[in-house]
């Protein structure tokens, strides 16, 4: 397979001895009728004949004529790849929430007679609690489907960060034995769409809870009318070669396949927060961990 | 005296929805978040039956479940009930390689995990005898 090259567009007036790519690189080719079954070899092994546009081959004074223009299609093939992981991903995702879902309703039906109250306060939260999180995971996959069609419509409101951490806090309540620190976001408000800001905040903390260590931090500041909201953890941080591509859609942690996840949290992340207005990147935290920054506007 | 658990699962809800049921059922249940846990629990206390989810934090429950058999004696045939959202042939055919009594996929009816318990101890839960 051709690799290294985002697009090909080759269009031949004759057979030369050598191509040149868009990228610049010269690629051989060697002379005699072969020349014609290369290309033919070259269209197949990038992706295959069908996706091969046009071929036109004819005798002239000047030698063998010959039109053709190559795409590679490696990208797009990768990109259908991680699509198809992404999907059996988010399926996967799904079952977890719907476990729980489907024991919490046998619970109460089993045992509702003989169960104190405060098992059934308990399952019947974990039922609000699960159907939530369920909620959010069709919430992305709809987010995604309408941000790549250009369709997403938010709304622009103030909303109160620590009342929107409250709400994540209740969804996402931190594992057994991992603490989270809150500081500096009273009183603060941004603007955002509250209910997609909510499933950034989610997908911030349950990241740190999978991959980050047993202490997280959140610390708010404003400044110049912008509101930081940094995240952060002391686990080992990311990788350093997965540092510039954290954002991109479908992207994992070799750790990852382990813990779950569906690899567009972060994706969509950016494109959520931009789509405000704001920013979201990685920081390094210290002495280590991770830490992600979300800059929006402050309201007052 | 009756049957212990034990249940390792690292989302809080179920592990405390299985707890229930189980302990509904009749059977003392000790818990683990995670295969460390697991292990700890493992080398102090003598559980009869263990109900594992595959995906966890760190190692791995097919993992786990490997360093449990190597470590032989009454751990070698400890009864296994795998709790699972990973469905495939693969999966599934590791796990039985490793001795799992029953592999229950998530999402599942809650009586089939407790039914599929007792059965792994080979007896009636005592509370359903």
């Known amino acids: 397979m051709v690799k290294g090259i985002a697009a090909l567009w080759l269009t031949l007036a004759a057979v030369p001895d050598t191509m040149t790519a868009t990228d610049g690189r010269a690629m051989p080719w060697r002379g005699g009728p072969s020349r014609t079954s290369r290309l033919v070899a070259f269209g197949q092994v990038g992706s295959d004949a069908a996706r091969v546009p046009g071929r036109h081959l004819a005798e002239t004074d000047e030698g063998l004529l010959l039109a053709a223009a190559i795409r590679d299609v490696s990208d797009r093939m990768r990109l259908e790849t991680l ?3 992404f999907i059996h991903n988010a399926a996967h995702e799904l079952r977890t929430p719907l476990a729980a879902i489907a024991a919490a309703g046998d619970l109460l039906a089993d045992g509702l007679a003989a169960m104190g109250e405060a098992q059934r306060d308990r399952a019947v939260e974990v039922l609000r609690r699960q159907c939530e999180r369920a909620t959010t995971l069709v919430a992305n996959l709809l987010d995604l489907s309408n941000l790549e069609g250009g369709r997403l419509e938010l709304q622009r409101e103030a909303v109160d960060v620590a009342a929107a951490l409250q709400h994540v806090f209740d969804t996402a309540p931190a594992p057994g034995g991992t603490t989270v620190e809150v500081r500096g976001v009273e009183a603060v408000k941004l603007v955002a769409d509250g209910a997609r800001l909510e499933h950034v905040l989610t ?9 980050g260590g047993h202490h997280l931090r959140i610390d708010g500041t404003c400044q110049e009318g912008w509101v930081r909201v940094a995240v952060s953890n002391d686990g080992p941080g990311v ?7 954290l954002f991109e859609p479908f992207m994992r942690g070799t750790t990852a396949c382990a813990v779950g996840g569906s690899g567009v949290g972060l994706a969509l992340c950016r494109r959520r927060v931009e789509a405000f207005g704001g920013e979201i990147w990685y920081e390094t935290a ?3 961990g991770a830490c992600f920054v979300v800059v929006l506007p402050e309201t007052r | 005296v009756s049957a212990t658990i034990l249940v390792v699962e690292d989302e809080a809800d179920l ?4 707890r229930a049921g189980l302990e509904a059922d009749g059977y003392q249940v ?7 846990e697991a292990l700890g629990v493992l080398g102090r206390a003598k559980p009869d039956a263990m109900v594992l989810d595959l995906r966890l934090p760190g190692m791995d429950g097919l993992e786990l479940l490997r360093l449990v058999r190597r470590q032989g004696g009454r751990l070698a045939n400890l009864p296994v009930i795998v709790m699972s959202a990973h469905a495939s042939a693969g999966t599934k055919r590791t796990a039985r390689e490793l001795g799992v009594t029953l592999y229950v996929v998530k999402p599942f009816a809650l009586h089939a995990l407790r039914d599929a318990v007792g059965g792994a101890l080979d007896q009636t839960p005592p509370e359903r005898a």
């Not at chain 1, 997908?203 to 991959?211: C, D, F, G, I, S």
């Not at chain 2, 592990?15 to 299985?18: A, D, E, I, P, T």
């Open chain 1, 203 to 211: 997908n911030l903390l349950t990241n740190a809870y999978r991959y």
């Open chain 2, 15 to 18: 592990l405390y929805l299985v």
């Open chain 1, 239 to 245: 990788m350093a070669d997965l540092i510039p591509r």
């Open chain 2, 30 to 36: 000790l818990a683990a978040a995670s295969a460390e």
């Open chain 1, 83 to 85: 699509r198809d992981e």
């Open chain 1, 286 to 288: 210290e002495p280590h």
